[in-house]
């Protein structure tokens, strides 16, 4: 029966479900006592839930606390066997797949090197099964115990309900990718295990918001800064975060070509890429037949040399010209967006790390208003190149949560599902 609101008993229910689970989850071990006032439950919809959760294995006790004068109170996690997720980030150099447990704990992990293929589409659905495939076999986990897969992809991710998740990928090369489809078709998986596909930067920033240094924030942008650029916008209309194509900005026009086509894009002149290309265009010598997160290490070596040697000019003025069109990419967000936080992530932004946040700062600071500028903090973020194979994973672990700790729906029987037709679109004729 529906409420005046238009809420069933069916919908209260999920909705105390799902607050008792997450409370627990980024608050826990906690009593029953402690959870009425930080849900905003009654002591008796507390209990009720608690009694419904701790039956579907979703709960356990994690010891007790004396209470005033009476019985000891007994505490309740959230139970890490009770689920288990797998994340993917498909990236520059590799695609990354981590199984992990409901607590976000690493079971297990593979990675399969991205080399002379590139982004071969069937090339990365491959390493996508059989990481899958592989995890799941080491952990001694059945394919049935997953919650979901999240992968976290470059490019535009289209949800089209009459074709399955569709990726946009203009600067690897993908048009309108059936990936869902091409994932399903001979999965490891049963039908019944949804997959979650989504931009990684908004994968990076999903795990950033919730374990890592933009936690607490109402307003942050996490920029992933790898090959090329991009970000995630996190605000109170958009808390799941929203990705951008930040690296696609015109900062010169008429400037070099990006790797997308078009002439100018901050991604032309921040991203690790045409970093080490400039490098060498201007008479820098990366080194030859080895991947970018290498030679980006080698530029980083030859521009601040260890003990103190003479550094490469070429390579220290190509990463200055870069910290500044980094900063001054920054400056548009700032006011744009007028965010809290800026997070700095993705492999390059780690590599680079503290030695080129100051100059960034310094830039964006000087580019931005002056209002929204003393206002903002920038830092790296604090997860590491796990952040999006650990977002990726969040992205199944926060659906769980919205159904109040159940799984996903069968899919019913009857028309083929739309990731088939995705398919039929997709074969030659």
Same mark, same amino acid.
């Given at each position: 029966?529906?409420?005046?609101?238009?809420?069933?008993?069916?919908?209260?229910?999920?909705?105390?479900?799902?607050?008792?689970?997450?409370?627990?989850?980024?608050?826990?071990?906690?009593?029953?006592?402690?959870?009425?006032?930080?849900?905003?439950?009654?002591?008796?919809?507390?209990?009720?839930?608690?009694?419904?959760?701790?039956?579907?294995?979703?709960?356990?006790?994690?010891?007790?606390?004396?209470?005033?004068?009476?019985?000891?109170?007994?505490?309740?996690?959230?139970?890490?066997?009770?689920?288990?997720?797998?994340?993917?980030?498909?990236?520059?150099?590799?695609?990354?797949?981590?199984?992990?447990?409901?607590?976000?704990?690493?079971?297990?992990?593979?990675?399969?090197?991205?080399?002379?293929?590139?982004?071969?589409?069937?090339?990365?659905?491959?390493?996508?099964?059989?990481?899958?495939?592989?995890?799941?076999?080491?952990?001694?986990?059945?394919?049935?115990?997953?919650?979901?897969?999240?992968?976290?992809?470059?490019?535009?991710?289209?949800?089209?309900?009459?074709?399955?998740?569709?990726?946009?990928?203009?600067?690897?090369?993908?048009?309108?990718?059936?990936?869902?489809?091409?994932?399903?078709?001979?999965?490891?998986?049963?039908?019944?295990?949804?997959?979650?596909?989504?931009?990684?930067?908004?994968?990076?920033?999903?795990?950033?918001?919730?374990?890592?240094?933009?936690?607490?924030?109402?307003?942050?942008?996490?920029?992933?800064?790898?090959?090329?650029?991009?970000?995630?916008?996190?605000?109170?209309?958009?808390?799941?975060?929203?990705?951008?194509?930040?690296?696609?900005?015109?900062?010169?026009?008429?400037?070099?070509?990006?790797?997308?086509?078009?002439?100018?894009?901050?991604?032309?002149?921040?991203?690790?890429?045409?970093?080490?290309?400039?490098?060498?265009?201007?008479?820098?010598?990366?080194?030859?037949?080895?991947?970018?997160?290498? %030679?980006?290490?080698?530029? !980083? *070596?030859?521009?601040?040399?260890? /003990? #103190?040697?003479? @550094?490469? +000019? =070429?390579?220290?003025?190509?990463?200055?010209?870069?910290?500044?069109?980094?900063?001054?990419?920054?400056?548009?967000?700032?006011?744009?967006?007028?965010?809290?936080?800026?997070?700095?992530?993705?492999?390059?932004?780690?590599?680079?790390?503290?030695?080129?946040?100051?100059?960034?700062?310094?830039?964006?600071?000087?580019?931005?208003?002056?209002?929204?500028?003393?206002?903002?903090?920038?830092?790296?973020?604090?997860?590491?190149?796990?952040?999006?194979?650990?977002? %990726?994973?969040?992205?199944? !672990? *926060?659906?769980?949560?919205?159904? /109040? #700790?159940?799984? @996903?729906? +069968? =899919?019913?029987?009857?028309?083929?599902?739309?990731?088939?037709?995705?398919?039929?679109?997709?074969?030659?004729?």
């Amino acid at each position: 029966m529906a409420g005046r609101n238009g809420r069933t008993v069916r919908d209260l229910r999920r909705a105390n479900r799902t607050a008792v689970l997450q409370r627990l989850y980024f608050d826990g071990p906690l009593s029953r006592f402690e959870l009425g006032p930080v849900t905003g439950l009654s002591s008796g919809s507390v209990s009720n839930v608690v009694a419904d959760l701790v039956a579907d294995g979703l709960l356990e006790e994690a010891g007790s606390v004396d209470s005033d004068g009476g019985r000891p109170r007994t505490l309740l996690r959230v139970a890490p066997g009770s689920g288990h997720m797998i994340g993917v980030d498909v990236g520059e150099t590799r695609v990354r797949i981590e199984l992990f447990d409901l607590t976000l704990t690493e079971l297990a992990r593979t990675e399969r090197p991205l080399t002379h293929q590139g982004y071969d589409v069937e090339v990365i659905v491959g390493h996508i099964r059989d990481g899958i495939t592989e995890v799941l076999a080491t952990a001694e986990i059945a394919p049935e115990q997953l919650l979901g897969v999240g992968i976290g992809v470059p490019g535009i991710v289209e949800h089209a309900p009459d074709r399955g998740t569709v990726v946009h990928g203009q600067t690897i090369g993908w048009d309108a990718v059936p990936l869902e489809a091409l994932l399903r078709d001979g999965s490891p998986l049963p039908d019944t295990v949804p997959y979650f596909i989504d931009n990684g930067a908004k994968t990076l920033g999903q795990a950033e918001m919730w374990f890592g240094a933009g936690r607490g924030a109402r307003n942050a942008v996490v920029v992933l800064f790898g090959s090329g650029v991009g970000a995630c916008l996190v605000t109170p209309e958009a808390e799941h975060g929203r990705a951008v194509e930040w690296g696609h900005l015109t900062v010169r026009v008429r400037g070099r070509r990006c790797r997308c086509g078009a002439l100018g894009c901050l991604e032309a002149y921040a991203g690790a890429e045409s970093l080490l290309e400039r490098w060498g265009e201007q008479g820098g010598r990366p080194p030859a037949d080895t991947d970018e997160e290498t %030679a980006l290490a080698a530029m !980083l *070596a030859a521009a601040y040399p260890a /003990g #103190g040697g003479a @550094a490469d +000019p =070429v390579a220290l003025a190509v990463l200055e010209e870069t910290a500044e069109y980094l900063g001054a990419g920054l400056s548009d967000l700032i006011n744009l967006f007028q965010p809290e936080r800026i997070l700095i992530g993705g492999w390059a932004g780690l590599q680079l790390g503290a030695r080129f946040l100051p100059a960034v700062r310094r830039h964006a600071v000087s580019y931005a208003l002056r209002h929204p500028a003393e206002r903002v903090t920038i830092d790296l973020g604090r997860l590491g190149p796990d952040a999006v194979t650990v977002g %990726a994973a969040i992205l199944p !672990l *926060a659906d769980f949560f919205a159904r /109040g #700790g159940r799984r @996903a729906e +069968p =899919v019913p029987e009857g028309p083929a599902p739309a990731w088939r037709a995705a398919l039929r679109e997709r074969a030659p004729q």
